[in-house]
């Protein structure tokens, strides 16, 4: 046990890692084909060109090697492309958004609600022709742990979007209302059990003012 | 507060007339620094053509268009500087300029993370400052003034974070408990000229033999360009010129000379960056000033400081003395700029600033981990395999003994290394934080608490995933904390603890 002394039960948390992913639109594996597809057509394009352009067939068999390379490499990208959309989902849970993806390195973020900071639903060409969206989470200081989802119907991507921002609103509407009348009754309270607080008040404040100065004079000297 | 009233903010005003100099200087700057080579190929073709008395009616040509951009872009930013305005209403900082294409930039004040000051030799003798707001948040709206008036300055980051903190005390009670507690900027530490050499000797000696190599070499490039040292063989020459015997010393007064450079370098680099450097702890968080011409100061505020992390050196460890690091949230992905660094820094200093940032981690017991052997036979395999296979390839082809020796000495050198890497990487994991301690030859420390988390992350290879270890990465608005083969089990542990705490906790995380 990694944890001690704990109120709560550490195996009574809920687990990332046994929620059952939700896979992506089955129409998003057309889409990642047809983007293999047309990234190879333009390099077997560039191939035979090369063949007949520049001097590549005067090296003995280094032509047949490249065309070698780049079946092995369609291959690849078609068995990999499958593997990862098997792999890819994202679990949507009460306070958090979980995604899985990745076959060479299977990575798994999770992003609560209450960090993110804002959502965008976004659309590529070759997702428009199958009315796919990908939903994207920005969170603050740089984009090392933004998220984004593709291959969402229209209605997934903005119910999710909706739902999220919910959230973050919610979280923050209910901690500024507990903790504003947490504040009001602290005043209340002061008003009514001491009268003469001004004057210390004044004074208190007049000493830090002092102080301030102070610090600032000799921050001065001493440059 | 009476200084705040000497200035009504809320009027739209430009910068100080002194902005147009330096706006025109950093462009000069950046001409020079993107265009060097083709500067230095006009410069030199001029001097060729003064000597060979030879006119080319290219060279004219391009010295013309440089003059031209140069003086288009000047008039720009003069321009610029006139259609540039700043003010302060209520609750933003607003910044209005463009020529053609008007531009409104409002930053509400509780967007503001820090409010940082800078001066350099001419911003000194004009007793103006360069100001720089940076807020968080991916949209990366930051608004910066190049010159104005020191007090001025003053006046407006006092405004903007007493504002701030009042509209703030309304919501985070305790933020404004810790203000009150502390009102006064105490100064925690301050490198005289002892410390400062100190710092300087025991800095990281590398980028220093980068620039002298870099320098070096292009000497030898231009010496060889004009022919004075006989191209194929440089070594003869030398070796002509001092005698076969001391052809050996030569290279022992080479590589002497090498170190001492290195050493002069960082040193002379440390004195400009941190001369003078003064770390105070002021009533919102922590304050640096320090710089001898370019005189620097950077503000970090308690809530916005992510995570703190410290650093020793063999050398370091001869002085006692660690380099500390302030991490804090900020707009632009993370640059060496947006984290403060304070070289020097005794246990004293560092233990003063870990409780400031961790207060609750005197009563917090740590449990201590170690991460997985396994990741030793995977650094032998990759930092040690493919470099040793060059090499004997290099070696085969070479016929070269030496080339040999060092493909197998390699791999074993980093075995021996990897195991201390193993053995050093510890992370020591609570209930409120994480203390992670990795390192080779020195030791590197971080501090995380988990409410500072905005993200959680596990990633497994092939091979991990088959030996059931993860990666696990932490990421928050101020950079990603990462832990390398985590047992798998341990690692979802402690990802949905994270996630538990980040989820329940309340506090606002910057």
Known sequence: ?223 | MQKEDAYNFSIPKRQSPIAIFLIVQKLIEQIIRQFWPILLVVILNNLDFQTKGSSSSEDPYMTRILFVLGGISAIGSIIAYFKFYYYITDDEFVIEKGLFQKKKINIPFDRIQTINFEQNLIHQAFNVVSLEVDSAGSNQKEISLQAIKREEAEAIRAFIMTEKAKSQSVVQKETQEVIIEEERPNILMRLNPFDLIKVGISQNHIRGLGIIMGFGFWIFQTVIDFDFIDENNPMDMVEHELGLGSLLSFWVYLILALIIFSILISLILTVFQHFDLRFFRTKAGFKVVSGLFTKREESANINKIQFIRWEDSILKRIFNIFQLGLFQASSAAVNIRQSINIPGCYADQINTVRATYFPEEANLNYSTHQISPLIIGRRVLYLGGIPALILLINAFFHQSVFLGIAALLWPIGIFFTSRIFHKNWKFHVSEEGILTENGIIGTQFTLLKWYKVQAVKTRQSIYQAKKQVADLYFYTAAGTIKIPYVPLAKAQEITNYVLYKVEVDGRSWM
Not at chain 1, 31 to 42: A, E, K
Not at chain 1, 61 to 89: C, D, E, M, P, Q
Not at chain 1, 131 to 150: E, R, Y
């Open chain 1, 1 to 223: 046990m990694i944890f001690e002394n704990h109120e709560i039960n550490i195996d009574a948390l809920p687990k990332v890692e046994t929620g059952t992913f939700q896979q992506l639109d089955e129409n998003y594996l057309v889409v990642r084909y047809i983007g293999s597809f047309i990234f190879f057509l333009i390099l077997g394009f560039g191939l035979i060109m090369s063949y007949f352009l520049t001097d590549v067939t005067e090296v003995p068999g280094l032509f047949w090697g490249l065309v070698g390379l780049w079946i092995a490499w369609a291959i690849a990208s078609f068995v990999l492309t499958n593997l990862g959309y098997k792999i890819r989902g994202y679990i949507l849970r009460d306070k958090d958004l979980v995604h899985r993806k990745g076959v060479i390195f299977k990575t798994m973020t999770t992003i609560p609600f209450n960090r993110v900071q804002h959502c965008e639903v976004s659309q590529g060409i070759i997702q428009r022709m199958f009315d796919l969206h990908t939903l994207q989470i920005f969170t603050a200081g740089g984009s090392n742990s933004d998220l984004s989802i593709p291959g969402l119907k229209a209605d997934t991507a903005q119910r999710i979007k909706e739902f999220i921002i919910n959230k973050t609103v919610e979280e923050t509407t209910i901690e500024t209302a507990f903790l504003e009348t947490d504040a009001e009754n602290e005043i209340e309270v002061v008003a009514s059990e001491d009268t003469a607080s001004p004057e210390i008040i004044k004074e208190s404040n007049e000493e830090v003012e002092n102080l301030k100065f102070n610090t600032e004079k000799s921050v001065e000297s001493r440059e």
